[in-house]
Nanobody, 120 residues
Framework: QVQLVESGGGLVQPGGSLRLSCTGS????????MKWYRQAPGKERELVAA????????NIADSVKDRFTISRDNAKSTVYLQMNALVPEDTAVYFC?????????????WGQGTQVTVSS
């Protein structure tokens, strides 16, 4: 079955960097667009970054533009989120996601999430 496993979260000081990883299995990773979302306590889940299946096109949310970068390595079935110049407002659980389409229907798959805490 489809599995997405995130890693790389942790506690970091303001101004620091983290790189999150998400490894997929149970599906053809190289044919799937991938996304990173985050959810802070008491807030709705928000889209942070997206990348097309071949990695040629990326989209980054305005709130993190110029600080976050999304990339992928299809040979490793892994998508990355490089986060630089972190601020306390980036504190959240970060989830990776893929949406698979079948005819006119679709299904979202999520990882378990990885906690990122930005604090001094």
């Amino acid at each position: 079955q489809v599995q997405l496993v995130e890693s790389g979260g942790g506690l970091v000081q303001p101004g620091g960097s983290l790189r999150l990883s998400c490894t997929g299995s149970g599906f053809d990773f190289s044919s799937q667009g991938m996304k990173w979302y985050r959810q802070a306590p008491g807030k709705e889940r928000e889209l942070v970054a997206a990348i097309t299946f071949a990695g040629r096109t990326t989209n980054i949310a305005d709130s993190v533009k110029d600080r976050f970068t999304i990339s992928r390595d299809n040979a490793k079935s892994t998508v990355y989120l490089q986060m630089n110049a972190l601020v306390p407002e980036d504190t959240a659980v970060y989830f990776c996601n893929t949406r698979r389409y079948s005819g006119t229907s679709s299904e979202d798959y999520w990882g378990q999430g990885t906690q990122v805490t930005v604090s001094s």
